[in-house]
T-cell receptor, first 115, second 112 residues
Framework: GAVVSQHPSWVICKSGTSVKIECRSL??????MFWYRQFPKQSLMLMATSNEGSKATYEQGVEKDKFLINHASLTLSTLTVTSAHPEDSSFYIC???????????FGQGTRLTVV | GENVEQHPSTLSVQEGDSAVIKCTYS??????FPWYKQELGKGPQLIID?????GEKKDQRIAVTLNKTAKHFSLHITETQPEDSAVYFCAASGRGSYIPTFGRGTSLIVHP
């Protein structure tokens, strides 16, 4: 299957700082990327959908000024958690699809811990 | 919008037994049904999928069945092994929306 690489796999940051997470499609062009948040023992919660070259579409309740998403190329999307607080600590996962059949492939996830 | 229900939330089996996880969906426009396996601390991995023009698909020890009329689909794992232990998610997407809607997940535990 297609490969989606997410970096970093884990990060610890101080409260008030910003953290950037990268999501790359390694062997296909990702016309659409999704960003999810997952709490322990829960399902994936969709945060936003981004299409290359367009502004991201955020789900209800997700603060767009706090979770900045950039999808500047067909192989790279970034999620920046701005002014992070302990309640932002979570597992963040990206997925990408190539615009063809509906398959979406996931990155490895990023464990964010805000102290 | 689409709503996906998944059962059971936890499934415990002995090594070598079969495991079945069931999902139902609400939107008759959905036509793509993937299953993902998520190991602890990792992202979900696509293990098998089925489209609405097919009733069953098999890949070695795993199979998926789809009943469009009843709007439910199931994952079957035969001859389970300890390395099958993980959380499994079903999802549905399709003509109405290509954004997948996920079930709540099933924690499968295979005891050696």
């Amino acid at each position: 299957g297609a490969v989606v690489s997410q970096h970093p796999s884990w990060v610890i940051c101080k409260s008030g700082t910003s953290v950037k997470i990268e999501c790359r499609s390694l062997d296909f062009q990702a016309t659409t990327m999704f960003w999810y948040r997952q709490f322990p023992k829960q399902s994936l919660m969709l945060m936003a959908t981004s299409n290359e070259g367009s502004k991201a579409t955020y789900e209800q309740g997700v603060e767009k000024d706090k979770f900045l998403i950039n999808h500047a190329s067909l192989t790279l999307s970034t999620l920046t958690v701005t002014s992070a607080h302990p309640e932002d600590s979570s597992f963040y996962i990206c997925s990408a699809r190539d615009g063809g059949p509906a398959e979406a492939f996931f990155g490895q996830g990023t464990r964010l811990t805000v102290v | 919008g689409e709503n996906v229900e998944q059962h059971p939330s936890t499934l415990s089996v002995q090594e070598g037994d079969s495991a079945v996880i069931k999902c139902t969906y609400s939107d008759s426009a959905s036509n793509y049904f993937p299953w993902y396996k998520q190991e602890l601390g990792k992202g979900p991995q696509l293990i098998i999928d089925i489209r609405s023009n097919v009733g069953e698909k098999k890949d070695q020890r795993i199979a998926v069945t789809l009943n469009k009329t009843a709007k439910h689909f199931s994952l079957h794992i035969t001859e389970t092994q300890p390395e099958d232990s993980a959380v499994y998610f079903c999802a549905a997407s399709g003509r109405g929306s290509y954004i997948p809607t996920f079930g709540r997940g099933t924690s499968l535990i295979v005891h050696p």
